[in-house]
């Protein structure tokens, strides 16, 4: 294929699509574990736990809502701070060209 301008634009545009979906996918997965994460609080009080169960039910729903979306937010912040220093790097590229 021959070199321009386009094939530039095509395969930038091919970039950015796949930083926006892999943001689309982390904010799936994000939102899959905190409606789990809801389910799972209301199966504990549907067993209604008293003392130290109670405490302890809590306790898991902390350290599992932590461990799954902990990382999860942690991937979405990065893709996203991907795609702004990518933006800003096509954006100060266009200003030097004018």
Known sequence: MAEGPG???TGKTT?????????????????????????VERVV??????????????????VFGATTLGPVIIFVVRDLWVLSIKA???????????
Do not use: C, W
């Not at 796949?18 to 789990?36: G, P, R």
């Not at 800003?88 to 004018?98: G, H, L, P």
């Open 7 to 9: 094939n530039e634009l």
């Open 45 to 62: 009080n549907y067993f209604e736990p008293h003392g130290i169960e109670n405490d302890i039910f809590r306790a898991v729903q902390v």
């Open 88 to 98: 800003r790097k096509m954006v100060d590229a266009a200003r030097t060209k004018q």
């Open 15 to 39: 970039e950015y699509g796949e930083l926006l979906f892999n943001v689309f996918l982390h904010s799936l997965v994000l939102i899959v574990l905190a409606v789990l994460n809801v389910a």
